[in-house]
């Protein structure tokens, strides 16, 4: 059996929504500080509606595979859509990970999070915190991730 899934390789070798969005009304970064992966989202929203996205990744096959996958399961969705989304339904999506690569579900979840709740910010909407990781708590330090905006 292959390590990793015709989707994985797809998404690695020919990643969606690759780039920045200039005047994204959303902006999410997050990393993992056990492997070094960085992503970026970059969302652009209208009447609640992810009308555009877009990332960059600094990381390995899985976590620009991730990313790409996340991207296409949140374009076109509304906020609460997107927000719903799980690392599982990442990592489902792409046919499986690695158990070793399942933190890079975990950013592409992580990095939709960080850009809806700088959307939040950046546009005054009241929005419920416990919803959103503080990811600078012991539980996140354990897991090698660290908020890098």
Same mark, same amino acid.
């Given at each position: 059996?292959? !390590?990793?899934?015709?989707?994985? +390789?797809?998404?690695?070798?020919?990643?969606? =929504?690759?780039?920045? &969005?200039?005047?994204?009304?959303? &902006?999410?970064?997050?990393?993992?500080?056990?492997? %070094?992966?960085?992503?970026?989202?970059? !969302?652009?929203?209208?009447? =609640? &509606?992810?009308?555009?996205?877009? +990332?960059?990744?600094? %990381?390995?096959?899985?976590?620009?595979?991730?990313?790409?996958? #996340?991207?296409?399961? &949140?374009?076109?969705?509304?906020?609460?859509?997107?927000?719903?989304?799980?690392?599982?339904?990442?990592?489902?999506?792409?046919?499986?990970?690695? #158990?070793?690569? !399942?933190?890079?579900?975990?950013?592409?979840?992580?990095?939709?999070?960080?850009?809806?709740?700088?959307?939040?910010?950046?546009? =005054?909407?009241?929005?419920?915190?416990?919803? +959103?990781?503080? !990811?600078?708590?012991?539980? #996140?330090?354990?897991?090698?991730?660290?908020?890098?905006?």
């Amino acid at each position: 059996m292959a !390590l990793y899934s015709e989707k994985v +390789f797809d998404h690695f070798k020919n990643p969606r =929504n690759v780039g920045e &969005i200039p005047d994204a009304d959303g &902006i999410g970064e997050v990393g993992n500080a056990k492997c %070094g992966d960085i992503m970026k989202m970059y !969302l652009k929203i209208d009447n =609640n &509606i992810i009308t555009d996205v877009k +990332f960059e990744t600094f %990381g390995c096959g899985s976590a620009i595979a991730s990313s790409s996958m #996340a991207t296409t399961m &949140i374009k076109g969705k509304t906020i609460e859509e997107a927000l719903a989304v799980t690392n599982k339904d990442v990592v489902e999506a792409l046919d499986g990970l690695p #158990a070793h690569k !399942l933190h890079c579900s975990v950013l592409a979840e992580e990095s939709i999070k960080s850009a809806v709740q700088d959307y939040y910010e950046k546009n =005054n909407i009241p929005y419920d915190k416990s919803k +959103f990781p503080v !990811l600078e708590d012991c539980e #996140a330090c354990d897991a090698g991730q660290v908020r890098m905006v």
